[in-house]
């Protein structure tokens, strides 16, 4: 598919399947897989959806998903191997959605033997659509982002208890809550509003979106072990930074808090 017509497959399905539920969700509507990991029905039809278009376009490729790896795993086996595969979350932020937060997003990637060739992030109450390809960088709504220099006081966002202000993080760098949605975070680096970002889940319908855009402006995104991310990259725990030297910082921070 084209990148134009990939754009309009998800601004059509979240304006069909989303955003009539946003803030409108009955209680019946919202179903908890796992203690504190929920999903809707709009998460559902929207992945549902978006499959069907792909599939359409391209009938041998792999749909790889959050939703149906959660009923059934295999697709996400096979994503490394893969000719041609669509990493798909719906609904990224569930749980903001459901609160009525606007902070959330529908991501894409589309793989290609294990390399994230195109993405997408479209930030529906936002109004912000981003769009990447390697080799030729981001847009945002159309027009080319481009770098902008880095504060010259970090302000990073680390997922569990690296994320709290505590003794050995330096006095120059400000930590902060991440935003609840990989589809908000990973644009505030590709922004320079987060200078950093630390995640302890790695699944690529989460990172693979926003790894594409960071890397293409600049930045890194890697495990903890320095594993670059990719198609079926696993590790204890994953960065996300704006150049390689904040890479390098924010590692720095979180295995000083390994080690205590």
């Given at each position: ?101 606007a902070d959330f997003a529908v991501m894409v990637a589309e ?108 930045g890194r995104l890697a495990t903890i072990d320095g594993r ?15 150049s390689p030297e904040l890479w390098d910082l924010a590692a ?9």
């Amino acid at each position: 598919m084209e990148t134009a017509q990939v754009t309009e497959a998800i601004r059509r399905v979240a304006d069909d399947q989303i955003m009539p539920r946003f803030r409108t969700l009955a209680d019946d509507e919202i179903i908890e897989k796992r203690p504190g990991d929920v999903v809707t029905v709009a998460d559902r039809r929207a992945e549902r959806a978006l499959a069907e278009i792909f599939r359409a376009a391209d009938p041998g490729c792999l749909i790889v998903g959050e939703e149906g790896v959660y009923a059934d795993p295999s697709a996400l086996k096979a994503l490394p191997q893969a000719e041609l595969a669509w990493v798909i979350d719906p609904v990224d932020g569930t749980r903001n959605f459901t609160l009525g937060s606007a902070d959330f997003a529908v991501m894409v990637a589309e793989v290609r033997a294990g390399e994230t060739t195109r993405s997408w992030i479209w930030q529906p109450v936002h109004g912000r659509m981003y769009v990447a390809e390697k080799g030729s960088g981001v847009w945002l709504d159309g027009a080319r982002v481009e770098p902008k220099a880095i504060p010259e006081r970090p302000v990073g966002a680390l997922h569990g208890r690296y994320g709290r202000p505590r003794d050995g993080v330096p006095e120059d760098v400000t930590l902060v809550r991440l935003a609840g949605c990989c589809g908000v975070d990973y644009p505030h680096v590709v922004e320079r509003e987060r200078a950093f970002l630390g995640y302890w889940s790695m699944h690529p319908w989460d990172h693979l979106p926003g790894g594409l855009m960071v890397t293409e402006t600049g930045g890194r995104l890697a495990t903890i072990d320095g594993r670059e991310f990719a198609a079926g990259v696993t590790g204890r725990y994953l960065l996300a930074a704006a150049s390689p030297e904040l890479w390098d910082l924010a590692a720095g921070l979180v295995k000083q808090q390994f080690s205590r």
